[in-house]
């Protein structure tokens, strides 16, 4: 195995000054969105270990395609075997994890210590890290990670800035999500959609259970069994959006600025990459503004929250997916596909 490390743009590694953009690429045309609209790397999956078995992902030919456009740009490509690994499987995964070495990517996304360990041990100089799946907040586990051989940790979404930032220099660098959906348990520990209809979230097939009407059980003044309302969802969190906090993100320690997004369009790519550019490059709000009411326009549930970054947890982190935020999306998909 072996990996490539392609210049990057504008000469900076990630982590010494400059914020790395890494974009969603579930599909060939949200790749090329990501690409068109800044990114510096992205990350992408296929076969059939990676937590988002549901997107169109890549194989072996269009992965090769999908590399050499992305290098020739200056953008990395980060590959997805972030699901746990069954024994086995095991062979097969450590087959995939060779090839996909082979066609150049420039870093793996793992969950699986198993694979990791075996993966490091025949490819020492392919940087690994480590997924949020693995459910790292402290920094005794980034540096156990760091001591596993992963360069960079992807810390878990529900993290506080001071939380965040006490994870910096213990080995590995950092990678954190800015923007997107937000599951209602700990990054990595729900059993929820495994137990309700057997698609692990582990296994790259959550079905969401958390969007639909769950509410609190009771009854009312009458004595009458309390049902959900209309649009209610108890377990359903707002997406992440982390965009006015960008600035601050390098001295905490943080090297790269993830959007969540696999499963989403392409031109969902488009306006979370373009927004994410605009706040890491400083952008004025008079330049910017317009790219901000893009990304609330094409996808979001009832607005975004950032209670988990700024330890505000509360009510205000829910929402659901409404119709008038659906209506939102008609004027601008048109123009951000073209």
């Known amino acids: 195995?072996?990996?490539?490390?392609?210049?990057?743009?504008?000469?900076?590694p990630a982590g010494l000054g400059r914020l790395e953009i890494l974009s969603p690429a579930g599909s060939t045309q949200a790749l090329t969105a990501a690409v068109r609209c800044g990114a510096d790397a992205v990350y992408l999956g296929g076969g059939g270990f990676n937590a988002r078995r549901?997107?169109?992902?890549?194989?072996?030919?269009?992965?090769?395609?999908?590399?050499?456009?992305?290098?020739?740009?200056?953008?990395?490509?980060?590959?997805?075997?972030n699901t746990l690994i069954r024994q086995d499987e095991f062979p097969a995964a450590l087959a995939l994890a060779e090839e996909v070495c082979a066609l150049g990517v420039d870093a793996l996304i793992v969950q699986d210590l198993g694979l990791?360990?075996?993966?490091?041990?025949a490819a020492p100089g392919m940087p690994l890290h480590a997924s949020t799946q693995l459910s790292c907040h402290t920094p005794a586990g980034?540096?156990?990670?760091?001591?596993?051989?992963?360069?960079?940790?992807?810390l878990a979404r529900e993290m506080s800035?001071?939380?965040?930032?006490?994870?910096?220099?213990?080995?590995?660098?950092?990678?954190i999500f800015v923007h997107g959906a937000l599951c209602m348990c700990v990054s990595g520990q729900c059993g929820l959609s495994a137990m309700l209809g057997?698609?692990?979230?582990?296994?790259?097939?959550?079905?969401?259970?958390c969007r639909l009407p769950f509410a609190p059980s009771g009854r009312d003044a009458a004595g009458r069994?309390?049902?959900?309302?209309?649009?209610?969802?108890?377990?359903?969190?707002?997406?992440?959006?982390?965009?006015e906090h960008v600035g601050e993100l390098a001295a905490l320690g943080v090297c790269s600025l993830k959007i969540e997004g696999r499963m989403k369009r392409p031109e969902y790519v488009a306006a979370a990459t373009a927004a994410t550019v605009a706040a890491r490059d400083g952008l004025a709000d008079t330049d910017s503004g317009s790219?901000?009411?893009?990304?609330?326009?094409?996808?979001?549930?009832?607005?975004?929250?950032?209670?988990?970054?700024t330890a505000r947890r509360g009510a205000a982190m829910f929402g659901v997916r409404r119709k008038e935020d659906v209506t939102a999306a008609a004027p601008v998909l048109g123009r951000l596909s073209r």
């Open 1 to 12: 195995m072996h990996g490539v490390q392609p210049n990057r743009k504008n000469g900076a």
């Open 54 to 81: 549901n997107a169109h992902n890549f194989d072996a030919v269009s992965l090769r395609e999908a590399v050499a456009f992305c290098h020739a740009r200056g953008v990395k490509v980060h590959f997805t075997l």
């Open 116 to 121: 990791a360990r075996a993966v490091h041990a």
């Open 142 to 154: 980034v540096r156990e990670l760091a001591a596993l051989g992963f360069s960079r940790v992807v």
């Open 161 to 175: 800035k001071e939380e965040i930032a006490a994870c910096a220099n213990q080995g590995a660098e950092l990678e």
């Open 198 to 209: 057997g698609r692990s979230g582990n296994r790259g097939l959550c079905a969401q259970p």
């Open 225 to 243: 069994e309390r049902l959900p309302r209309p649009g209610e969802a108890a377990l359903s969190l707002r997406d992440l959006s982390l965009r």
């Open 291 to 309: 790219l901000a009411d893009d990304l609330q326009s094409v996808f979001s549930r009832s607005g975004f929250t950032d209670g988990y970054y």
